[in-house]
Structures are given as C-alpha cells and as structure tokens.
C-alpha cells in the first residue's frame, strides 16, 4: 500500500469541492450512496426526462394524437435529435441521424461503404477484439455483398489496409479494456489505402472529444445509452459525411428515408441529408426521452468532460494501487492517456464474477465481463472522485482472502 | 337521403347501449366529444401507459439501473410482449418477438424466406398495391440475394406463384383501400407453388381474427401502433413459425440473437426459438409502453372485435349513404364483409386533403392518403356507433359546397 487511506480520501473530498462539473450530479436521479460506475453501460437517469416523457404520452399522444406527427414535431425528431447528438461528436447538423439500434446501422453504414467501393475492393477490415455485434453483422453484410472479412486488430488497421479493402469497421473504444483507438490515424490510413471507414463512438461519445468533421470519417455509428444517458436501450444514431450523402445506398430504404414519404409512392426515390438513414417509424417515446436526456449538455465542453475522465481514472487507479492487494488485480486499460477512455478494466483472475457480485451487494456498481474483467465505467457528468476512492476501498475488501 | 338523420341518432345510441364492449373505452385516454378514427394510423392512449413507463422510468431504470437487465425482466421482454402479441394473432407462444420497425422486420422476414427457398427460384413476389416501405424494403432484399421482385394484385399471388417464386410479401388488410385479402387461401396457393409466404399485419392485427399457426404461414411482421395501442413507432413484431426457426437465418444477425449473448463470443450461434429474430438492445421504454398497452386485450375475443368492426363500418356506410349528397363520395372499401378490412376509404373527387382538414377542424379525426381517398379507421375496442354517425354527419357538411 503505497499511499494512506486517510489521504485519498481527503484528496478525494478536495478533488470534488474543485470540479467544475461537480453540480452536473444534481441533474441526475443518483442518490447520495451510490457508487455507480456503470454508465458506461446504462447512463444514469437525468432529471428532465420523467416529466417530459409524461407529458409525451399525456398531452402529445393522448390529447393531440395523430397530429402530433406534425404538430408535436415528432416526423422530424431523427433529424433533430441526431443534430444534437452530432454537436457532442464534432458532426455539424445535418449529417447525423437517431433511430433503430447499432446493430441496424452498422449494417447501413458497412453495406453502404461496400457499394462506394472501387473496383476489386472486396475485402471488410473488422477489429479483432470487437463488441461481438459489429463483427456478426459485419458477416452478415460480407456474405449478402458478397466480400470476406479479415479480422485484425485495431492497431493494425493502418497497416492492413490496402488496395482490396473497402472498408473497416473499427471501435473508437474497446469495450472490454477500455483501450481508445486513434481515430485520426486509422482514418487517415484507411483513406490512404483508397478504402472507408466506420467507426463504432459506443464507448467514447460523451466521454471524451470526438471529431467526425475534421478528422475525415466516412461514417460513424454509436449507441445513446451509455455516456449519453439515453434510457435503455434508447436509439442509436448513424453519421455519413456530408458529400458522401448523395451517394448513400441504403440497404434498409424504409419509407422514413423516401424524399416524399407520404406520397405513398411504388418508386423509392431517397431523401437527401441524413434522412436518408432513416428506415421506418421511429420509436417515440424512447427517441424523445432521449432527446430531454441530451438537454444536460447544453454548455457542457468535451473538454473539460474529457479532463475530469482522465483525473477520475487515474484517480481510481492510484487508489486501487493503494488500496488492493499486489496482484489481486490487473489493469488491462492503457496508463497512457491518449490510449485510455472513460473506463477502467481490473482482470481479477480469481472468481471475477463473484467479486463483481459482492461490489454490487455493496454499493458499488460496475460490471463484470467474461472471462475475467471487472469494468467500472467513469461517466464524468455525475461520477465524483469519492466514488472513485469508495470503490477502490469496498474493492480491496471484496477481494481480500 | 334513404334514412332519417334523428333514426340514425337514435339507432346508434341503440346500439352503443347494447355493445358488450362498449365499457373497453374507458380504459382509453379518449374526451366525450372526440370522434377518433384515426386508430388505424395510431392507436388510442390505453389508460395503463403513463403510470407503467413512470414506475419504468423513476423505479426500474432510476433507483435499480443496470440492475433491471434482469430484475425487472428487460432483457426478455422482447419475448414476452412477443408472445401477448402472438395471442392476438393465433401464434402459440415462442414465435413472435416484438423490436425493431415494420421495415426491419419485413427485411428479416424476406431475406430469410429467400434462403429457405430450393435452387432455381428467384423471384419475390410483392403486392402491386403494397403499403411502399415493404415494396421499398423487398426491392433491397431482391438486390441483395440475386433475386428479382415481381409486382402483382394480392388477388393475382395465388396465379402468379410458380416455379420461380422463393416468396410473396401480401398485406393481410391494404393500408388505402381497407380490402382484406384472403390469408389462408393465397398462403395456401403460395405453398402449393412451393414457396413461402411473409404477411404484413400492420391494418388487420387487433382488429379481426387472424390465425397464423392454424393457417399455416411461414413468416409474419406488423406494427403495434394502430389497434394495439403500443404508442407513436412502438416496436414492430415478427413472426417466424416453430418449424421453421431452427432454419431461420437472419441478415441482420446482432447480438441480442446469439444463443449466449454475453460470452461475447467472436464466433455468431443464433438462439433458439423467437429470439433469433432479434437484433440489437430493445428500446426498453418503447417496448414497455407496448407491454402495458397491450393489457387492454385482457379477456377481449377478436371474434367479438370482429363483429363489432363490421358493425360499425356497415353503420357508417348506412350513415354516410344518409347524408352525404350523392356523388360527393365513393367508397373504394368492399362492401362485403370477408373483403373488409376495419377501416372505410372514401374516394372523394372534390379537394379531399382540404375535406379532411375541415373534418379535424370540427374533431372528426380521420386521415387523407394521396391522391384523393379519405380513410376513417374504426378501432372496436373504443370506437362508438355514435362516433359513426357523427363522422357522417360532419363529412356531409364538409362536402356540402
């Protein structure tokens, strides 16, 4: 033990009186024990969501009914809500678009990428170490456009690519180490090679600054539930570069994406802009409890969201350092900053799980991922470094013989 | 003007007063003087919804968070409002699975029919008068497995199902004119010609009886936003019958489909039964929304829904006959009753948009598709003999020139 309890927890009480963000945790449904390390998986509950989803069903849905299609702008809230979302990850409005899951618009995106390929490019470069989703559909739109996949990882991306890719498929995040790729390079590669790229922002949107714009992604995909705080299971989003939207080629073309929907045409003539990745109605209660949920951003820069990552993980790794017995546990997330996300992965080679359980049993919320890996997820919103310091303290515990 | 408006009255509080289920539309969100015949677009607000996605909201997601992936049954509940579902539309438990759009679903559904489908057969057969986005969604599953699609009346799928055909996607109830196509005879002819059968059910499911296991067809989608009540874009179904499922191979193979999800396994096992129709993390708010909507059915016979429907249509065409000047108005719905849908579509010649503008205005809700058809949907669980003779009553004034 390196460092005294005493002192981290003092330090823990002063880091918290210091940060900026601080007051962010009052927009949050979080009570004051709760030690909830786990939004990267579930964001916690914001505070505008309840009334505003009541007054969805209550006043839009039951008073107004159908004509709230227009009149409540629900027609329009893929395109308005995926605006909101493309501000936190440096897409300017128009080009991002909320609805269906990941899984559906990794399909959109991977198939489309593949269609604005040159010729003899058949070849979809997926990271090895992928959330298994990406990779399944991956297959999926290989087999269906009749490419093969080449499994590599992440790293090696820039030097894989070449003259047969058409695209790769690559995690900004790695979900189980919590390992941040380099966006800015891969992109850069991939492009070199003549090939597209697809970037999966599940694990890195709202955790860290994201620049789909000026780093020259092609298209990007990402989930709202974890660092956006979305609601389970709430809408995912797809991002196609601006001028590669006229050249777009859904393999979903669902009647939300036509030019002219409610003409009822037999002829499918796409829409321009990012409603083009639209597929069919959109789930409204779920798209827009997001949308109350993204109003906690209003002001909020990534960079000071991503500073306070960075202190809240280093913090918590100092603390596990102090605190847990030498070897009882593992990181497997980058010391280095610029390789490390919002999330801190302890391997914990005895009985993981079991531990995973216990911390839960007290208070302290993270999760445990097969076969070995303890993850606690620093959403920097409404995580204080006192949690940190507490689940490092109920950790050692946990864990000691 | 064949009857007497003030017998009409008369007669529809007649009949109110006798309907058995006239006590269903308290458990609606509906005023006294609203006349809604919008059910066929979307659903009335069942009275269960807000307290249930607030207890969702503040209780499950709130207080327990990640937690309710399995204490509160999120992570199944995509089979369990599957199989309410599954109830409604004559399929025995552990066929149906609720998420995802319409669009999606149909993709799913055509693009596995195709991969059943024996050698030489290539051809998807659509209805020519199909709602777009399944015209729209077959076209992309046609391109994408070397298929070509072939457009045809759903009267004519029986007659054009040949050699060639791998599928037919038929509208059980056609969205514009309300006509409802005969289920098991086309379903029969199409596995005659050795081929698969995928219907939509969005206009007929929660409106009159449909028997999908008792008629023997191979693959079902729907939407659960117009007599189920499931809310604005709430998740669609699909329906995969047992035999089949063990061959059921989905292009859109996510995660939440594996047969162990969470061993994050590289390698893609499909899960038994209705869950390999899944795809990514439901829309949990959505899809309980749907689940407590769906309470309403509680103990409701669709052989009395049924009755009901044809009912009140046949009354509203009695009305309309009454008070509309003659030649103002056209039905193009069948007027026998094995033909019709639940829905009454009017040809109205003269400026029918702006009709139905003045029909909301004076709180007749109905609808207006292109070019020129007036649709009144008539929901059995709350609409009211009243609410058809009021409808009459205010079209013939807004006809009136």
Redesign the interface.
């Known amino acids: 033990m390196s460092e005294d309890g005493h002192d981290l927890a003092r330090e823990a009480t002063a880091l918290d009186g210091a940060d900026a963000l601080a007051p962010l945790r009052a927009a949050f ?1 979080l009570g004051d024990d709760t030690v ?1 390390l ?1 939004g990267n ?2 964001g ?2 914001p505070r505008t ?2 009334a505003r ?2 007054g969805v ?2 006043q839009e ?3 107004l ?5 227009t009149e409540s702008g ?1 027609w329009t809230a893929p395109e308005r809500v995926g605006d909101r979302i493309g501000h936190l990850v440096g897409a300017a409005p128009g080009q991002v678009v909320a609805g ?5 618009n990794v ?1 959109k995106a991977v ?1 489309a990428a593949v269609r604005l390929a040159g010729p003899g490019r058949d070849e979809i470069l997926v990271d ?1 170490q ?4 990406d ?3 991956a ?2 739109a290989a087999r ?2 009749g490419c093969r996949i080449r ?1 590599v990882a992440a790293g090696e991306v820039p030097r894989a690519a070449g003259e047969r890719t058409a695209v790769a498929l690559v995690n900004h995040v790695d979900y ?1 180490t919590g390992r941040l790729h380099d966006l800015p390079g891969i992109t850069a590669a991939v492009h070199a090679a003549g090939a597209r790229v697809v970037w999966d922002l599940c694990h890195s949107a709202g955790a860290l600054p994201v620049e789909l714009d000026a780093d020259g992604v092609d298209f990007a995909v990402g ?1 709202t ?1 974890k660092y956006l705080n979305g ?6 989003y797809l991002y196609v570069r601006r001028e590669l939207q006229p050249r777009f080629d ?7 994406s ?1 030019a002219d ?6 002829d ?1 003539t796409p829409a321009q802009g990012s409603a083009r990745g639209r ?9 827009l ?1 997001l949308e109350a949920a993204l109003e906690v951003w209003d002001g909020v820069h990534l960079a000071a969201v991503r500073a306070k990552s960075l202190a809240l993980t280093d913090f918590f790794l100092r603390c596990v350092e102090a605190y847990v017995p030498q070897g009882a546990v593992e990181s497997v997330t980058p010391a280095v900053h610029g390789e490390r996300g919002s999330q801190v992965s302890l391997r914990c080679p005895s009985g993981a799980g079991a531990v995973m359980e216990e911390l ?1 049993r007290r208070g302290v ?1 993270g ?1 445990f ?2 076969p070995d890996v303890l993850r606690f997820g620093f959403a920097p919103l409404y995580t204080r470094f006192a949690d940190a310091e507490s689940a490092a303290r109920v950790l050692a515990e946990a864990v000691a013989p």
């Open positions: 449904v909830y786990d998986s579930l916690a509950l969501v309840a989803l009541a069903v209550e849905w039951g008073r009914g159908i004509r709230s299609w629900w269906d899951s990941t899984s559906v399909f198939v090895a992928t959330f298994p989703t990779g399944y559909i297959a999926s269906l456009t499994a189980r989930c539930y609601g389970p299971g709430s809408p995912a859904s393999p979903l073309p669902g009647w939300n036509h929907p409610f003409a009822m045409s037999p499918y597929v069919g109605t959109p789930a409204i209660l779920s798209l409890a839960v919320v999760d991922r097969q």
